[in-house]
């Protein structure tokens, strides 16, 4: 059994139009977090949400929101896409928001925009 | 501006061999530090992690240094083997267990 499963795989659709990926673990865990790896390779943080409280990364356009079901899933939808929004998105999760815990990734949706 | 850095873009190393993956970071404030495997189309795993108030950690095969005073980390595995061929990243986590990343060291471990 996946443990954290993202969905779709691949996506490939135009500039301007509005997508949503959804990401689910089965572990049980209390926090969620979603990270962009960008054509160099950086993985970076976009959001970490806890318990109904969501972090986010300042330099996140409000063009990408999260949403969360339930504590199982969280779920990144993206509005307006752009060219740079071009990527691999990781969707992740951990015990909790300790510093000592770690963290269990997806295997990414790859993000293409036209 | 990257608060944590791995200058070596790629290592190659024999079977058998030691390798060491190097990592440096720029804030004295980070609390804890980790280590991150990935191979080709997965998400990045855990191999292991140190506290910033030791100076070692050691996992089977995989063992973390910790210089506090010249802010560099370290990853040594011993031996290595081709299975340990894939991306290193080395990361610190901020407020609410966010990682930082490096940029990665692709190793490769010749048969």
């Known amino acids: 059994d996946t443990a954290v499963s993202q969905t779709p795989k691949y996506l490939v659709t135009q500039m301007g139009n509005d997508k949503s990926i959804k990401c689910e673990q089965n572990l049980g865990h209390d926090t969620m977090y979603w990270y962009k790896q960008d054509s160099k390779k950086f993985l970076k943080i976009m959001f970490s949400?806890?318990?109904?409280?969501?972090?986010i990364n300042e330099t996140v356009p409000n063009r990408f929101s999260p949403k969360s079901p339930d504590k199982a899933h969280l779920n990144l939808h993206i509005n307006s896409l752009e060219l740079g929004d071009s990527a691999v998105y990781f969707c992740?999760?951990?015990?909790?928001?300790?510093?000592?815990?770690?963290?269990?990734f997806g295997d990414g949706t790859r993000l293409s925009i036209l | 501006d990257q608060q944590v850095k791995q200058n070596s873009p790629s290592l190659s190393v024999q079977e058998g061999r030691i390798s060491i993956l190097n990592c440096d970071y720029t804030?004295?404030?980070?609390?804890?530090f980790l280590w991150y495997k990935k191979y080709p189309a997965e998400g990045p795993t855990f191999l292991i992690s140190i506290s910033s108030i030791k100076d070692k950690n050691e996992d089977g095969r995989f063992t973390v240094f910790l210089n506090k005073s010249a802010k560099h980390l370290s990853l040594h595995i011993v031996p290595s083997q081709p299975g340990d061929s894939a991306v290193y990243f080395c990361a610190t986590n901020n407020a609410g267990n966010m990682l930082t990343f490096g940029g990665g060291t692709r190793l490769m471990v010749k048969p």
């Open positions: 949400y806890n318990n109904k409280e969501l972090i």
């Open positions: 992740a999760s951990s015990q909790n928001a300790g510093a000592d815990q770690p963290q269990h």
């Open positions: 804030n004295s404030m980070f609390d804890y």
